[in-house]
């Protein structure tokens, strides 16, 4: 795990970047407030933090409350060092919004307790988070996640003037599959599509599951042509790799695919635009099953 | 002794090289450390006299004894001014004197510590 250190003082980072790597942390350091936002705003900003309170330009009070008023609901454990003593200066802190409070000069075996316990708060938070974001079968994004990503790219393509497109996939037949192997092969088959679009799909493609059967898919920098040409590699991987069920059986399943490009000037918005994907998936439906329809 | 041999050999965890980096980064960090307490003196600013001990304060933390380090706290907090009985600097400059002279000695058995 990482833990960004943020302290003026060279000869302390030192002893605390060699103490943390001892017991197994990654140290990331910042020599003051600025750095350490700099540090935070990274996608992958390390959530345990030990934040000296005295440092030139923002203090490490302001510093918390500067962390603690993020709009992302990302969650950073803090435990502020000090030279200040008394209770007074651990309300400060933690009114400021640390979690935690050591003196300096601290005692390493009190540092590494309380890191420790730190870093079992990160674990679990980030352990909830994946269960309040990750579909519990699939393991791909819920619903809720990936229409929060869907929002993110919409407006990050309306930033950027960026292209997105969007995929909407339906298992065909599916209640067909469930009444026949029973829901235990169902629920194989669902994982076994999912495991197929993560193949297929580029590592900055976004999955969720919409529904019982039913998945999307974000296309970042992708036009509606190339969309298709990801459409079709899934379609066809999913039609030639059937779920094999433990006792030698198999499921063929095929999928029906609605695909949509983001028009700013058209789609007013997340709804509309999903409309038309949607939209797309019925035609593709209605005609047949086992394709791939474009919107207009 | 002003060093605290047991708490370096806790941070350092007893490495030699370990030690001998630490050290002299402390070494190379300390002149400037003392000259920031020295300008801020010179220039009568209570505050920055504060910071600049409160930084040496910092780093000193990890190599002396709790009694050495509670001379710096009171140097800082007679140096704010924010605490009574509110001292003059001339007086506060002859504390700084006299733990200018302890540092000497810190540097002197450190460096013998680490084997620089």
């Known amino acids: 795990m990482d833990v960004l250190i943020v302290d003026d003082d060279a000869v302390t980072r030192f002893a605390l970047c060699s103490a943390l790597e ?43 409350k500067h962390i603690r008023e993020r709009e992302d609901g990302q969650f ?9 003593e008394g209770n007074e200066a651990i309300i400060e802190a933690m009114e400021a919004g640390a979690d935690d409070f050591l003196s300096k000069p601290f005692d390493h075996r009190v540092l590494k307790v309380r890191i420790a316990a730190g870093s079992r708060i990160v674990r679990l938070e980030q352990t909830l988070n994946q269960l309040a974001s990750r579909d519990a079968l699939t393991q791909c994004w ?30 065909d037949h599916f209640k067909a599959v469930n009444d026949t192997y029973g829901h235990a092969a169902g629920d194989n088959a669902l994982k076994h599509v999912v495991n197929i679009l993560n193949i297929n799909l580029r ?23 190339e969309a298709w040409g990801v459409a079709e590699r899934i379609r066809s991987a999913i039609q030639f790799q059937p779920t094999i069920l433990g006792d030698d059986r198999k499921i063929d399943l095929t999928v029906s695919i ?28 209605q005609t047949g099953r086992n394709r791939i329809v474009s919107s207009d | 002794m002003i060093i605290d041999h047991h708490r370096v050999n806790e941070i350092t965890r007893n490495n030699s090289k370990l030690l001998k980096s630490i050290s002299q980064l402390f070494l190379n960090e300390l002149p400037d450390m003392i000259k920031a ?21 910092s780093a000193l933390g990890n190599f002396v004894n709790s ?50």
Request: proline content about 3%; overall charge negative; hydrophobic content about 40%.
């Open chain 1, 22 to 64: 001892e017991w197994g942390f990654i140290p990331v350091v910042a020599e003051n407030a600025d750095q350490a936002l700099e540090k935070l705003a990274t996608e992958t900003t390390p959530h345990l933090l030990i934040i000296d309170w005295s440092m030139p330009g923002m203090s490490g009070p302001d510093l918390c």
């Open chain 1, 76 to 84: 950073f454990y803090i435990l502020m060092l000090t030279g200040k």
């Open chain 1, 142 to 171: 819920n619903r809720r996640m990936i229409d929060e990503l869907f929002a993110n790219s919409i407006a990050e393509s309306t930033r950027k003037h960026s292209i997105f497109s969007l995929m909407v996939i339906d298992i």
């Open chain 1, 203 to 225: 590592e900055y493609d976004q999955v969720g599951r919409y529904g019982g059967e039913e998945f999307v898919v974000l296309l970042p920098a992708t036009d509606q042509n």
């Open chain 1, 258 to 285: 609605g695909i949509a490009e983001f028009d700013r000037n058209r789609d007013a918005n997340q709804s509309a635009f999903f409309e038309r994907a949607d939209k797309a998936l019925y035609t593709a439906k």
């Open chain 2, 37 to 57: 307490v020295d300008t801020a003196y010179q220039q009568n600013d209570r505050q920055s006299i504060a910071k600049a001990i409160h930084r040496l304060k």
């Open chain 2, 67 to 116: 009694e050495y380090y509670k001379e710096f706290s009171q140097l800082e907090a007679s140096a704010s001014g924010m605490t009574a009985p509110v001292i003059h600097l001339n007086e506060w400059l002859s504390q700084w004197e006299k733990a200018k002279l302890d540092l000497e000695t810190l540097v002197v058995d450190l460096k013998e510590m680490a084997g620089i």
